[in-house]
């Protein structure tokens, strides 16, 4: 009997095809090394696409937007694979042989069947109409943002004094937020007001390269959360984790696909929301304020103007902090779905580095401030990041992808052994934590039944001898 407990505890920590499909699509990313703003677009294309692919099929959730209606019956994995096939080749042309060959490794494992054609006209079609359909969405306009000048106002910084990075995103289509600038914070401080100048002070000494006050904790933070270039990126790194929260508890593939849908969903209109502020307010990033900090005509700034920070400037403005608005957003979403108290533990994508929280919302709070360790964002940014991307992750989960039914069932097979052991991480929810209970238990049953069997005996041959 043990053994099949344990047995039943490793197949619960398997991933679906869900899971797997969205590594895939992280590795398309991590290949072609994409911003993070562009990587939060292409997630929620590639999730939303695998969702109403399922929705199509098991209406258990309110479809998106984009679901195929059907009578007959279909094969649900075959919808995710051909949704999740098709939705990455149009997003990522020079990659369809890969994509190709992993289709047709996951088609092959089901019996030829009209239900399985079904399943991949469905998700075809889903992926084509989300494609499709975000062709507009404002993406591809072609705009500029030259900055300025002024002291306070953002320009290109060093070491390339690259061109302000996708400004339309500011103007771009929502996913589930009503528009562009429904959460759009208050206006940054103002040079001479106390908070701005002592965020800028602290980061003077803080975020620099050399002679940092730094701790070697707060250094490995910022190069925990830098995310760079070839990365799974910022948005990636709160996929991953949801992954890792699904694997633990065995989601079905219709929850699978929801959680999914919701993260990327929520990542994407932070990433609309913050770009938003960032080019309404276009605050100068610190290398720029430290090294003209003498042009602000606020004599307590300090000033160099050969200051550099521990990692380089992203080419966009500083206010609000875009990691701290995806952090704000992926965290609020997986609180609501996992609980606030949930533990976790998050590999850096790019080291071999692993830091583990108590929750959700410490997570975020680190990835936030490592861009002020990093010397890349005032402090100011990444409190407003926080705040506003935890709006947007609140509002994309109460109002977008909802149960077709008021019960709101998340948890499956996994929900007694959540019940036992409290909420896991995927660190910490392993085989051996939930088979020593299972021993434990097993074993006071067997003595229980000895016990009772002796007792029963006892008194039969008791009842033998009186008679």
């Known amino acids: 009997m043990i053994m099949l407990a344990l047995l039943f505890v490793a197949a619960t920590l ?5 899971t797997s499909w969205n590594n895939i699509a992280l590795n398309a990313i991590r290949k072609v090394k994409l911003t993070p703003p562009v990587a939060s677009r292409t997630l929620a294309i590639f999730n939303v696409a695998v969702y109403d692919a399922t929705s199509s099929i098991d209406t258990k959730f309110q479809p998106y937007k984009y679901n195929v209606a059907t009578n007959q019956s279909a094969v649900i994995e075959a919808a995710v694979v051909a949704a999740a096939r098709k939705s990455l080749s149009l997003l990522f042309p020079d990659q369809v042989e890969t994509f190709t060959k992993f289709f047709n490794d996951d088609i092959a494992k089901f019996n030829a069947s009209l239900a399985l054609e079904n399943g991949i006209y469905i998700g075809t079609k ?12 404002g993406s591809q306009v072609q705009a500029v943002y030259n900055g300025s000048d002024l002291p306070g106002k953002w320009r290109p910084t060093p070491v390339k004094y690259a061109a302000a990075e996708v400004p339309q995103w500011a103007n771009m289509k929502t996913w589930c937020m009503p528009q562009h600038d429904s ?4 206006a940054p401080p103002t040079l001479n007001s106390k908070e701005y100048i002592d965020d800028h002070n602290q980061i003077y000494y803080l975020g620099v390269l050399n002679e940092s006050t730094r701790t070697a904790d707060q250094t490995e933070i910022a190069e925990f959360w830098f995310d760079g270039p070839a990365t799974d990126t910022p948005p990636g790194t709160w996929a991953v984790e949801a992954g890792d929260q699904i694997c633990a508890r065995h989601f079905s593939i219709t929850e699978s696909a929801r959680l999914f849908a ?3 969903v929520s990542l994407a209109d932070s990433a609309i929301m913050g770009w938003d502020a960032k080019y309404f307010y276009g605050e100068w990033r610190p290398i720029t304020a430290i090294r003209f900090a003498n042009t602000s005509g606020v004599s307590s700034l300090l000033f160099n103007p050969e200051w550099v920070p521990l990692l380089n400037t992203p080419n966009w403005p500083d206010f609000p902090s875009d ?4 952090g704000g957003a992926a965290s609020r979403v997986l609180g609501h779905y996992f609980g606030h108290t949930t533990p976790l533990t998050i590999d850096a994508d790019d080291l071999n580095i692993s830091r ?3 929750n959700f919302a410490a997570a975020a709070f680190e990835q936030a401030q490592s861009r002020v360790f990093a010397g890349s964002h005032f402090n100011h940014s990444v409190v407003a990041g926080l705040e506003y991307g935890g709006r947007v992750g609140d509002f994309v989960y109460t109002n977008c992808f909802q149960p077709t ?8 097979t996994m929900a007694w052994a959540t019940t036992i052991l409290g909420s896991p991480s995927d660190k910490t929810l392993n085989v051996v934590k939930i088979a020593v209970p299972i021993a434990i238990i097993l074993l006071l049953l067997i003595l229980v039944g000895v016990t009772v069997w002796c007792t029963m005996h006892n008194r039969r041959r008791n009842f033998r001898g009186e008679v």
């Not at 398997?14 to 869900?18: E, G, P």
């Open 126 to 137: 889903v992926a084509e109409n989300v494609f499709n359909d975000r062709l507009s969405d």
């Open 262 to 264: 919701m993260i990327s």
């Open 14 to 18: 398997s991933c679906n095809v869900v």
């Open 405 to 412: 039914a008021t019960a709101r069932p998340i948890v499956t």
């Open 323 to 326: 990691r701290a608005m995806f």
């Open 183 to 186: 959460f759009r914070p208050p």
């Open 356 to 358: 583990a929280f108590p």
